[in-house]
């Protein structure tokens, strides 16, 4: 996609949701971790419908903990891999108290380095926490980035590479929230809703919808 292009396509992005967030239910960084965690395979509404309760009880890692992994898997239950999903939350819990006195970090490698933490989550908490300007690809923006040519790329890291590089400055803010909205609701998997999409000439998309 031309840089003009690109350009053209954020600010129409932008001018449908001036400032867009996650929709992941938090109340803290460290509840965003969680919420993150879990939700790995699974839809930010089916973790917000687990998280409900569990974030009434549990605000912190050292709540975490005196939950205990057993009512933990009780609160998650419905969640894919909830199993695997609770004993990482659990490890990433105890080993933010033990390495960084409960608080969530700042910085990409402390978070990768934590359970169940890889590079999507420690983007998503470093942009919605930190308000760094990174992007973090999901299957919604690696199926957008590669079906409109705004930044194609074989693996999720290919396509983070190449939207960093084409994605103006002033964009970079929110450009990870308005990907994945504009994936998730217009740009759908099966049937993209191409006549609702406010890029639709922008886009190379070749099985255009009618």
């Known amino acids: 996609m031309k840089k003009a292009n690109v350009t053209e396509f954020f600010e129409r992005l932008a001018a449908r949701i001036e400032a867009p967030t996650t929709e992941l239910d938090y109340r803290n960084p ?3 971790l969680v919420a993150v965690v879990l939700s790995a395979q699974a839809t930010d509404k089916g973790v917000n419908k687990a998280t409900k309760a569990l974030f009434e009880e549990v605000e912190t890692p050292a709540e975490m903990l005196a939950l205990g992994e057993a009512r ?3 609160h998650i239950k419905t969640i894919g891999l909830y199993n695997m999903k609770a004993k990482n939350v659990i490890a990433l819990s105890q080993a933010l108290l033990e390495e960084h006195g409960g608080a969530v970090p700042n910085d990409r490698a402390a978070l990768e380095a934590l359970p169940g933490v890889g590079r999507k989550t420690a983007n998503v908490v470093l942009n919605t ?3 760094e300007p990174t992007i973090a690809v999901d ?3 690696f199926r957008l980035a590669n079906r409109s040519g705004l930044a194609p790329g074989k693996t999720p890291r290919a396509v ?3 939207l960093n590089r084409v994605v103006p400055a002033r964009f970079k803010q929110h450009a990870h929230h308005w990907l994945i909205l504009h994936g998730r609701y217009v740009c759908k998997a099966r049937t993209p ?3 609702a999409c406010v890029v639709r000439d922008l886009c190379r998309y070749k099985g255009k919808t009618a």
């Open 30 to 32: 460290f509840t965003l």
């Open 72 to 74: 933990l898997k009780d």
């Open 129 to 131: 926490v930190f308000g």
């Open 139 to 141: 299957t919604h923006i």
């Open 160 to 162: 983070e590479d190449g």
């Open 193 to 195: 809703d191409c006549p």
